[in-house]
Structures are given as C-alpha cells and as structure tokens.
C-alpha cells in the first residue's frame, strides 16, 4: 500500500451538475455585490454612506440565506441548522457563529463556543428531543444529611443510534471537536460508551490555489485499525468543510481497501456550499450536519466570509520545520482539556501507541 493517498482538484471536477455549477454561480454573483459595500465599509466612511451600506449587506445576506435554504433543500442528506430547527432555536446558532467569526474572540472563548456548537450539533444529529424514550439515571449527590441523598433524572434513549459509532479524526484541526463529539456521546450514552477513534492525517496543499488544490493523506502519520471501521457508524467532526475534498479522499481510500461503513455522519460547524454539494455528488452514503452554510470558497479555497483557520485557532500554529506530534498536540491543551476529555484521550493515546 502507498504511503500517501492523493486527491487533487481535477478529481473533484466533474461532479458537479450543471444545475449544481449553476446555483454556485448565483451565489457568487451576489456575495461579489455584498464584497463592494465590504470595500467601502473599510474605508471608514461617513455615517451615513456606512448605513447605506449595512443596509445593503443585510439584504444581500437575507437574499442568500433563502438561496442557501433553497439549494440545499434538494438534498435529504445536507442538514442545515437553522433550516431543520424550529425559529426559536435560530438565535442561539446565529450568535454562536458570529462569535467564532469575530477576530477578538480568543483562543479559550473560541475552544468554548466549538464545545457549544458541538452539542447543538448531537442533537440535530441524533434526535434528542422531549418526545425520545427515556432511561432513568440515579445520582448520588453530595448531601448526606439526614441520609445519602440521591436524585432521578430522565434522559432521551440514544444507545441505539450511538453505540456503533467511530471518531475518525481528520487530523490536525479536527482533533479537538472530535474529542468533543465523542464527549457528548458518552454523555448521552446509558453505558458512558467512548467511542473508538480512527486517526487520519490529511492536509491540503496550500501552495496551490482552489483550481489545483490537493489533498495529501499520509498514511505513515495516520493510526487506526481496520476492525475498528468495518460495519461501524462513522462519524466525521471538522470545524470548516470547505470544498469537502478531505473527506472525500479518507471515505474514497477506506472504500478502496473494502471498508463498507454501516454510515457515515460529517459534522460542521460552518461548511461551504460548494463543497456540501462535492460530497453529495462524491459520495452516495454522506449525510453532513452543519450548524452555518456558508455561500462562497475564494480562488485559495478558503471559506468566505468563514472564521479563518479553525485549527489553528484551536491549536495553536506548528511551524514548519518542528511541527508536533501528536502527544505533544495533546499536552499542549493543557490539564483542563484534558481532565475534562480524559477518556477520549485515553482512547487515542492507546490508538497511537498500540
């Protein structure tokens, strides 16, 4: 077997419908307009050219979000946050995202909202609702006068649905929300079930533009074991879904050695348009569970308007001559990520090192 599994763009290319390339194009068109008042707004202009061109943006943006609805409702498998979720619910995700978007939320913050973001996300995903059958879960608490005390507390029935599942790790930017995921599994789990984990470094070239992107799986620095996979529930949990290529490239590989998942689950926490319809056309057993859509990629195939590197935001910057293993990623979350995670870094830590 190769070392290195390569995807590129002109792999990608293709798939797309003409209705697809068609719908892509509109969103370009109008996102190209709200780019104009984006101009002029960094000028610092007077008060009311600034007014005149807020106004413009929320128009435009109101405009695109029907769009986005609009296109993404002719696929069963995308699942848009505030398109399957009752109004109500729609603040919370709107002030989620503007808050990892914003350039002055810091790294403990922004660790802080993922977490958020990834809990909405289980429950879009698995159905968590005051309708789901329930278990019952006794407690022993602190108070011991007059007697221990103990409380009941009712909980959905998830077991079903979530005990056959696999973290796989799209590594590096990917590590820490799927780390939360498998958090929010055991909890909602009747067993406190931890779920595997299947690690896979995979980084795109970003020496190369949208047009002759690639997309490197290197299979050298990846660790998993092919039991682990046959016949599970796959979960995939990366921040930012931009063109899906990376995706694509790991389910393409594992498919090719004979992997035959029972399914597969990507999570997002904003993914691009273009790149929810790559994987709806790559890959036929894909459902994505994203809390934003973005409208367009840039010619770097960087999500617009987006967050900017989710996993270094995240992680923190490696350079490029000592980059970290991944023990070393680990440790640098520090002891209160890794209280609060310690069984899921117990599963990778026996991953890498078994």
């Known amino acids: 077997m190769e070392n290195e599994i390569v995807l590129t763009a002109q792999d990608l290319e293709g798939l797309l419908t003409p209705e697809d390339t068609a719908d892509i194009q509109r969103m370009e068109a109008s996102y190209s307009q709200a780019m104009e008042s984006f101009k002029l707004l960094s000028a610092s202009p007077n008060e009311n050219t600034s007014a005149r061109e807020k106004e413009k943006i929320i128009v435009l943006y109101n405009s695109m979000g029907k769009m986005l609805q609009e296109v993404t409702g002719k696929f069963n498998?995308?699942?848009?946050?505030?398109f399957e979720t009752p109004t109500l619910l729609h603040a919370e995700a709107s002030r989620l995202i503007a808050k990892l978007r914003d350039e002055r939320t810091g790294h403990d913050e922004f660790?802080?909202?993922?977490?958020?973001?990834?809990?909405?996300?289980?429950?879009?995903?698995?159905?968590?609702?005051?309708?789901?059958?329930?278990?019952?879960?006794?407690?022993?608490?602190?108070?011991?006068?007059?007697?221990?005390?103990?409380?009941?507390?009712?909980?959905?029935?998830?077991?079903?649905?979530?005990?056959?599942s696999v973290m796989c790790v799209m590594l590096r930017g990917a590590l820490l929300p799927s780390m939360i995921l498998s958090k929010e599994i055991q909890e909602n789990s009747s067993t406190g079930f931890v779920t595997p984990f299947a690690l896979f470094r995979i980084k795109r070239n970003d020496h190369r533009k949208q047009a002759d992107m690639e997309y490197v799986l290197d299979l050298k620095k990846s660790f998993f074991h092919w039991e682990d996979l046959q016949g599970k529930d796959l979960i995939f949990a990366d921040p930012m879904n931009a063109t899906g290529g990376s995706l694509v490239t790991i389910v393409k590989f594992l498919k090719e050695q004979n992997i035959k998942p029972k399914s597969i689950k990507f999570f997002n926490v904003i993914s691009a348009l273009q790149g929810s319809l790559n994987i709806m056309r790559a890959l036929d057993d894909v459902t994505i569970y994203t809390l934003w859509m973005d409208p367009v990629l840039n010619d770097k195939a960087y999500i617009m308007p987006g967050l900017?590197?989710?996993?270094?935001?995240?992680?923190?910057?490696?350079?490029?001559?000592?980059?970290?293993?991944?023990?070393?990623?680990l440790g640098d979350y520090g002891p209160n990520i890794l209280g609060l995670y310690r069984s899921q870094v117990r599963k990778i830590e026996e991953t890498i090192l078994g």
Do not use: C, W
């Open 77 to 82: 498998r995308i699942k848009v946050y505030p």
């Open 111 to 164: 660790v802080y909202y993922i977490q958020r973001a990834y809990e909405l996300l289980f429950n879009l995903a698995f159905g968590v609702t005051s309708s789901s059958q329930k278990h019952h879960l006794i407690v022993k608490t602190p108070v011991t006068q007059p007697v221990q005390n103990y409380a009941v507390h009712k909980i959905p029935d998830v077991d079903d649905k979530i005990e056959n």
């Open 308 to 329: 900017g590197d989710a996993g270094d935001r995240l992680n923190g910057l490696d350079t490029e001559d000592t980059p970290r293993n991944m023990i070393q990623l």
